[in-house]
């Protein structure tokens, strides 16, 4: 299976910004075979006019968030009916960003998939991860178990469907600390064994927390390492294609 890579370009890019990156990546992607999948999630705003850029070559787009609720007096949300309109592939779920500003709590991410399982065939990527605390007191594994149980409550996934875990610990976020390529790797098997345990054996899992051109490729070596969620290391197209590219 290819790799996947998904570039979160967050609230960090203003529209225009967010279309020139759209064009720079497809003016700069580099003339050989590309042996990923390769994913963008642009802010709501721009998703439209990304997407007619992005039309026609190798590049997906997805979106950052939705509510759960279906299209109605909502004010400021972002219904999944219009994302399946604007041909998103893929859409992330429950990044710590929202967990730690916007409060968004396990049950809440559990509704937004049950939602997007049953309203749409959009590729949900659940984000989970520990926080430093956490890990220091060698506890994380416990906290991504209570974390996948509590997010695939009652979720039954069909046949044909797979669930895209993002495994993000959030001291790595944003902050230039990597998970090893060996912590992260233990990590994903970890997972997975839980996963199938749980009963999701159509699974990818995505490692994401300063991914830079650098490192990269050590984690993309992992055997459970799927692909990879980059924030940061998204924004340009200097940056972004040597990810995708570092197989
Ligand atoms: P980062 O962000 O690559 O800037 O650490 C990753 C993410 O939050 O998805």
């Given amino acids: 299976m290819k790799k996947l890579i998904i570039g979160n370009w967050k609230m960090a890019l203003g529209y225009q910004q967010s279309l020139e990156l759209a064009e720079n990546l497809v003016l700069s992607q580099p003339p050989r075979p590309l042996l990923a999948e390769v994913v963008v999630c642009p802010s709501p705003v721009a998703i439209s006019s990304v997407a007619n850029i992005l039309e026609g070559t190798a590049i997906f787009w997805g979106a950052q968030d939705a509510a759960e609720q279906t299209p109605g007096a909502l004010t400021g ?5 219009s994302l399946v309109e604007l041909d998103c592939r893929f859409i992330l779920l429950g990044h710590s960003e929202r967990r730690q500003f916007f409060n968004e709590t396990d049950a809440i991410i559990n509704a937004k998939l049950r939602a997007v399982i049953e309203r749409t065939t959009i590729k949900p990527v659940v984000c989970l991860g520990e926080d430093l605390a ?23 996934l069909p046949a044909d469907r797979e669930l895209i875990i993002a495994y993000e610990p959030i001291w790595a976020i944003g902050t230039g600390q990597t998970s090893t390529p ?10 997975r064994q839980e996963l ?7 699974n990818r899992l995505l490692y994401g927390g300063s991914v830079k051109p650098d490192n990269a490729a050590s984690l993309l070596a992992m055997p459970d390492i799927d692909g990879l969620l980059v924030g940061g290391a998204s924004l340009t197209a200097d940056s972004f294609w040597p990810i995708v590219f570092a197989q």
């Fill in 77 to 81: 949300e972002t219904s999944l009916e």
């Fill in 134 to 156: 956490t890990r220091q007191f060698g506890q994380a594994e416990e906290k991504v178990s209570r974390q996948l149980q509590a997010v695939l409550a009652g979720i039954i």
């Fill in 182 to 191: 060996e912590q992260a790797q233990a990590m994903h098997q970890f997972i």
């Fill in 196 to 202: 199938e345990q749980l009963g999701y054996p159509n």
